[in-house]
């Protein structure tokens, strides 16, 4: 139901952003997270973005990311710029229903930040 796109090669200090298109009802209610993953960590949260459209960005990219929401397209967006190699990582995208409980998550993206 979740399908990430928007990832891709791109320079240090340069820019992508990413999309996530949600394919179901009521998007409106569901509070959406970006997460990243390297090859054996965690995987962590990005940025997160609220029915109400309150945000919240992990300190390591507050101030480069941002975060918003098209509830028209059922859709979530991720500008990155000012991208670093510490931003290597598969993205994937995240949907809680607020009223269910339930989550879903996207394939992943890749992301590569290199010269």
């Known amino acids: 139901q979740l399908v990430e796109s928007g990832g891709g090669l791109v320079q240090p200090g340069g820019s992508l952003r990413l999309s996530c298109a949600f394919s179901?009802?009521?998007?409106?209610?569901?509070?959406v997270g970006w997460y990243r993953q390297t090859p054996g960590t965690q995987r962590e949260l990005v940025a997160k973005?609220?029915?109400?459209?309150?945000?919240n960005y992990a300190d390591s990219v507050k101030g480069r990311f941002t975060i918003t929401r098209d509830n028209s397209k059922s859709t979530v967006y991720l500008r990155m710029n000012n991208l670093g190699p510490e931003d290597t990582a598969v993205y994937y995208c995240?949907?809680?229903?607020?009223?269910?409980?339930?989550?879903?998550w996207g394939q992943g993206t890749q992301v590569t930040v290199s010269s």
């Open positions: 995240n949907a809680y229903d607020m009223r269910s409980l339930q989550d879903y």
């Open positions: 179901g009802d009521s998007f409106a209610f569901y509070l």
């Open positions: 973005i609220s029915p109400g459209a309150s945000t």
